[in-house]
């Protein structure tokens, strides 16, 4: 049996009301006017469509564009200096846009008869880019201090600008993390020699130092081994030492590789196939960059 509508059954419940209602008060003998009566039916419930407002999209941060741009070269003097202490500076990529990190620092040194520009020529800046786009390190600084006054007699205060004024003035105009183990200091050759000279003199200002071909100094080197001997274990900076076999100073370096070995000095030593030359060092800058940058991994930079 077919089952009614709401709406079909309140019709025929009133029909038959009316139906009985009008048979049960008329005589069965005697014929009725009954007046017309209209009948007003509760009219359908009405259906009301629910429309739920539209959730706005979670928004999403535009990425820097930055972040796909290289880093900044910039030419910085300290005038007050005698003469004055000239050197550039490597920003890494948003260093201007994310205005409130600070970041680890290297120190480069160049080779003699060079000038600042040696280790950006060599490709320091572009592999830095490289490094630090692809996340596979933290964003850091390179200082590449000039030293072209080394043949003359204001070439023996480079040591005194670089500790007294260049630090301090890169610590206090840029967003360093001024630190030993965020500040690292590596050179070249002529370079090396005063990477030696100074690391060890000063080992409470570097986390890290790399010697690449140094060229250590004639009049420090019977005092080396004296300095090293005072530098108590846990503040002996990370250490690498480098050198091609063809080098103009191996000879020299193998003797300062033997002191690191019998003073238990724990280093990181290489000896390659090359000769004392540019390109010797630029064949290896990417291996020097990671190996510093290793240093920083475990903390990012604040």
């Given at each position: 049996m077919r089952r009614m509508s709401p709406r079909q059954a309140i019709v025929f419940i009133t029909y038959l009301t009316l139906l009985f209602g009008l048979s049960a008060c008329s005589p069965s003998n005697e014929t009725q006017s009954v007046p017309a009566q209209t009948v007003t039916l509760p009219a359908p419930s009405a259906t009301v469509t629910f429309t739920p407002s539209p959730i706005p999209p979670t928004p999403t941060p535009t990425p820097l564009t930055c972040l796909s741009q290289p880093g900044t070269i910039k030419q910085d003097v300290i005038s007050s200096t005698n003469p004055p202490q000239e050197f550039l500076i490597y920003l890494p990529p948003?260093?201007?846009?994310?205005?409130?990190?600070?970041?680890?620092?290297?120190?480069?040194l160049h080779g003699q008869t060079y000038t600042q520009d040696?280790?950006?020529?060599?490709?320091?800046?572009?592999?830095?880019?490289?490094?630090?786009?692809?996340?596979?390190?933290?964003?850091?600084?390179?200082?590449?201090?000039?030293?072209?006054?080394?043949?003359?007699?204001?070439?023996?205060?480079?040591?005194?600008?670089?500790?007294?004024?260049?630090?301090?003035?890169?610590?206090?105009?840029?967003?360093?993390?001024?630190d030993r183990d965020h500040r690292?200091?590596?050179?070249?050759?002529?370079?090396?020699?005063?990477?030696?000279?100074?690391?060890?003199?000063?080992?409470?200002?570097?986390?890290?130092l790399g010697l690449h071909s140094p060229a250590i100094f004639k009049e420090d080197a019977p005092y080396v081994e004296k300095i090293i001997k005072n530098i108590t274990a846990e503040n002996r900076p990370r250490l690498w030492l480098d050198v091609g076999d063809a080098d103009r100073d191996l000879a020299s370096i193998l003797l300062f590789e033997e002191m690191l070995t019998r003073n238990n000095y724990i280093h990181e030593y290489y000896f390659y196939a090359g000769d004392h030359s540019e390109i010797y060092w630029g064949a290896h800058v990417q291996e020097y960059l990671r190996w510093y940058a290793q240093a920083w991994q475990a903390e990012p930079a604040e």
């Open positions: 948003c260093y201007e846009e994310l205005d409130d990190m600070n970041y680890p620092v290297l120190y480069l040696q280790w950006v020529r060599l490709g320091a800046p572009n592999i830095a880019d490289q490094l630090i786009l692809s996340g596979e390190t933290v964003p850091f600084m390179i200082v590449f201090p000039d030293d072209r006054f080394w043949n003359l007699q204001a070439g023996a205060g480079f040591g005194d600008r670089f500790i007294k004024d260049l630090i301090p003035h890169v610590d206090k105009n840029y967003r360093t993390i001024a690292s200091l590596g050179g070249l050759s002529h370079g090396g020699g005063w990477a030696v000279k100074l690391g060890f003199e000063y080992p409470e200002l570097f986390g890290s």
